[in-house]
């Protein structure tokens, strides 16, 4: 039922200023009147959810997605600074609103500001906009609200959001040199495909030669790509829609997960980052006086992998049965075996087979077909997919054992639980991984050139010798 607010006279004169429910205005004014009172002024009451209602027709835009990182950032040093310099929360929140470009953020914290007007406090009003504050930001203004140190909490947040976007930065910025020169490879290497070796073939064809083994393998993938291109555009986008469906399901993305984090070369800076992300975010939490098992709750989802979403499961259902934290974090951090991890292995191993196949399978019925030649390269694919399938997946069984917690990760936890300093041990353990991903990644970097090198280098060269062979016989039968 509507509250009204009245001002109202009584029978002596004196101002009476009140509320009261009524179904409408006039009621209001009736139930009013009966009390003896004389209305002067009456006005219906906004309710919180009313004056949000109200506040929401503000001009605002379309967003898609979540607010960036980057802005996130940006925006939480300001609020640690404005509340370091004693302003209150509103009106810090407001000068920060309007300092946005319309976007996420900026509606988001129209929201927020309409909320806080209507009564809720910041971290009931943040956790309205899950896409912008995530559930470990809520909760550590949750625990500086109640620790009466939201300035502190402010700044350990924007700290923590800050060293996360470094990484990220870095990792990416050291990939985009390898990838750029792939692309050029590949660039190049497809026209020499699509348009040099035709020409050759050509020649070859007019002159009635018999092509070498090598000559022959050339064309045919030079025929593959000029004549299925778009199928070196799909099996990509095939794959990673295929990967994506088999991760909605519970033990795909398990299996999957566990085979990422394992992969030669690239799955160790996956598992490296995920610690240092890991071992912040829960030091964070506890620095910021958030309960244990509600922060590792908290990491759990942060993490990004089933693998550590299930390590830290049984760590906090470990936790609740009165252990410490370090002897479960060792006991459930083994990798395992798991069926759908091995299928992974195996579709990995089997992948240049399965190119090669295809190869010799669109050579099959051309001019090329002289019989020898494609049932060659269908044995060899039959060959590389077989052996690559099995020894990646022996390969996959072998790291069954391995665990993705090392003895320092859990030596450093447990000196942190005897001595009362966790928060600063994890600290310590996020900055180490933080160190070991910059160092594989400059690593990475360094090497990835030296190996593009390499990789032309062969590529042209085979090309070269391919076309020339037969070019070699052409004149020495001439001559």
Not at 68 to 86: E, M, N, P, V, W
Not at 260 to 278: D, H, Q, S, W, Y
Not at 336 to 348: E, Q
């Amino acid at each position: 039922m509507p509250i009204y607010q009245f001002e109202a006279m009584d029978a002596t004169g004196q101002e009476i200023r009140d509320e009261i429910d009524a179904a409408n205005e006039e009621e209001a004014q009736t139930t009013i009147r009966q009390m003896g009172y004389f209305v002067t002024k009456i006005s219906q009451k906004k309710q919180a959810g009313d004056a949000a209602a109200a506040k929401s027709g503000k001009k605002r835009g379309f967003a898609l997605g979540g607010a960036k990182t980057k802005h996130i950032c940006a925006f939480t040093r300001q609020l640690s600074i404005l509340q370091d310099a004693g302003l209150p929360i509103l009106r810090s929140l407001k000068i920060l609103e309007n300092n946005q470009k319309p976007g996420k953020l900026k509606f988001a914290l129209m929201d927020v500001c309409d909320e806080i007007e209507g009564g809720a406090t910041l971290s009931e009003a943040m956790a309205k906009s899950p896409k912008v504050f995530s559930r470990l930001y809520v909760n550590m203004i949750k625990a500086g609200e109640a620790g009466g140190a939201l300035e502190t909490i402010l700044q350990r947040l924007a700290d923590f959001l800050e060293r996360a976007e470094s990484l990220k930065r870095k990792v990416k910025g050291a990939l985009i040199y390898p990838v750029i020169v792939v692309l050029v490879a590949v660039m190049i290497l497809s026209f020499i495909m699509l348009f040099i070796v035709p020409t050759f073939e050509t020649m070859f064809e007019e002159f009635g030669l018999k092509l070498p083994a090598p000559t022959m393998l050339l064309i045919a993938m030079s025929n593959y790509i000029s004549g299925y291109w778009f199928l070196l555009i799909a099996m990509p986008i095939v794959l990673l829609i295929t990967v994506k469906l088999m991760r909605k399901f519970r033990h795909g993305r398990m299996g999957f997960d566990m085979f990422i984090i394992k992969v030669p070369i690239f799955g160790g800076l996956i598992e490296k980052n995920i610690m240092a992300r890991t071992s912040r975010t829960l030091g964070t939490l506890v620095a910021s006086g958030v309960p244990i098992l509600e922060a590792i709750n908290i990491t759990r989802e942060t993490s990004g992998n089933a693998m550590f979403e299930r390590m830290f499961t049984r760590v906090n259902e470990s936790i609740r049965e009165g252990e410490i934290i370090s002897k479960p974090l060792k006991q459930y951090s083994e990798l395992g075996f798991h069926p759908m991890a091995i299928v992974f292995w195996a579709l990995f191993g089997s992948f240049p087979g399965c190119v090669l196949m295809s190869v010799a399978l669109t050579a099959k019925g051309t001019k090329l077909d002289d019989g020898t030649m494609v049932q060659t390269l269908t044995g060899m694919g039959t060959y590389a997919i077989v052996g690559g399938a099995a020894l990646a997946a022996l390969w996959g069984v072998t790291k069954i054992k391995t665990r993705v917690v090392d003895d320092l990760v859990v030596n450093m936890v447990d000196v942190g639980e005897e001595t009362g300093e966790l928060d600063t041990m994890l600290y310590k353990v996020a900055d180490t991984y933080d160190e070991e991903v910059r160092t594989m990644t400059d690593g990475l970097t360094a090497l990835m050139e030296p190996l593009m090198i390499v990789f032309l280098g062969l590529a042209v060269g085979f090309i070269v010798v391919s076309l020339f062979m037969p070019l070699v016989e052409l004149i020495s039968g001439l001559s």
